[in-house]
């Protein structure tokens, strides 16, 4: 027995068989993985599964020549490997190798059959693939579909709804600043910076001529958000979580949200706002890319600057007029719009973008960063407060 500290930190002794086991499930048999370990019941099955997705030449579960990856152009028989990989593997895994069997073994075709959608592992990536095929999806499989999509959304939405209202309702208290505040409501911080001048060092403390408060939350709209989001096939994750978030935004009366998605064309779908799910097959993933234009609809949107947050999510590769688009960045910022520009809404990270107009962005006072779902609260929070963004380290 050796120390083994692979397993999840725990420095637990291993016996070497097990770990010519693990070895073998994970170099996929044949004379070439030098394990010379033979697998059997689960294991083997377990074996038969990846095989069908990530095999190539070599040996099967029985160590024999000649298996290949492949799940046949069969929607049962990829129903079945479906279900299988939801056997022998946790969720987060069935996730990952079911991406891997859509971009590998082309399943999108097979998704748009009933059988195989009640098969699959939902998730926000799922939910890409549903809207991009969207399109030439049967009247059969639609319903299967959206209730598919629906699942994911509302998941979505228990995990980041309340969080989201109390970070923005907050947000929109500080924000409401008054002069004559009562004594609870005082800003203290913003107080003593607005009354430095007034300090008297004599008695060491600040005699305040101007009080400064928080006002606090009304039914009225204050604040204006327009979401204007970049429909191409890259940003599939980032159209379904700033579909939920919008329907989150639209939920609160003090603020007035409008969402509009573009590739070379603008749709505004604020009219769905109260069903993200509507919103979702509202868009139609892929195509060309007219940030130019969508800016323009927005613009022609704001009728109070000083209080509109304008969220771009674009990975802005532009297809328009660039000049113009950043000329529109421009006047919206100096007519006191606060501008807000994501490379992307997910999980993911930073996707492939283009950093001569994420530069430009910058210099006009609009860093464009990636930001994940639960960052995006904090990021709206600044905005709505018109203070520095929370700008991850890159």
Request: with cysteine; net charge negative.
């Amino acid at each position: 027995m050796t120390e083994d500290t692979t397993t999840g930190g725990t420095n637990r002794a291993v016996p070497a068989d097990e770990r010519m086991r693990r070895w073998r499930l994970v170099l996929g048999g044949g004379a070439a993985d030098g394990t010379g370990c033979a697998l059997a019941g689960r294991d083997a099955a377990m074996d038969r599964t990846l095989g069908a997705l990530y095999g190539g030449d070599g040996g099967g579960a029985d160590g024999k020549a000649g298996r290949t990856a492949g799940l046949g152009g069969s929607a049962p028989q990829a129903a079945r490997w479906l279900g299988d990989i939801r056997t022998y593997f946790p969720s987060s895994v069935v996730q990952v190798m079911q991406r891997d069997a859509i971009d590998r073994l082309g399943l999108s075709a097979m998704l748009l059959e009933p059988e195989m959608l009640e098969a699959v592992e939902a998730d926000v990536h799922l939910v890409g693939t549903l809207l991009s095929l969207n399109k030439v999806m049967p009247e059969t499989t639609k319903e299967t579909a959206r209730a598919v999509v629906r699942k994911v959304v509302e998941d979505l939405e228990r995990k980041l709804a309340t969080r989201t209202r109390a970070t923005l309702t907050g947000a929109l208290d500080r924000s409401a600043r008054i002069n004559r505040p009562r004594h609870r409501d005082i800003d203290w911080n913003r107080t003593i910076r607005a009354n430095l001048k007034h300090y008297l060092p004599e008695h060491g403390t600040i005699v305040p001529e101007r009080l400064i408060g928080y006002g606090r939350a009304s039914q009225a709209v204050k604040k204006d958000v327009v979401l204007c989001i970049d429909q191409s096939g890259s940003m599939a994750a980032s159209v379904v979580y700033a579909s939920v978030f919008g329907a989150v935004l639209a939920s609160m009366r003090s603020i007035d949200t409008k969402l509009v998605v573009f590739d070379t064309a603008v749709v505004d779908l604020t009219d769905r706002l109260d069903d993200p799910v509507d919103v979702l097959f509202g868009t139609q993933l892929g195509g060309g890319t007219d940030i130019n234009r969508a800016l323009a609809y927005c613009q022609s949107l704001i009728t109070r600057p000083a209080e509109t947050v304008v969220v771009l999510i674009s990975d802005l590769y532009e297809g328009g007029i660039r000049d113009e688009m950043l000329k529109r960045v421009a006047a919206m910022k100096g007519a006191g719009v606060q501008f807000v520009a994501l490379l992307a809404l997910s999980d993911e990270g930073a996707p492939s973008y283009d950093r001569e107009h994420a530069a430009a962005l910058a210099a006009l006072g609009a860093p464009a960063f990636a930001c994940t779902p639960d960052l995006f609260p904090e990021v709206m929070a600044a905005a709505l407060e018109k203070r520095p963004l929370p700008v991850p380290e890159a």
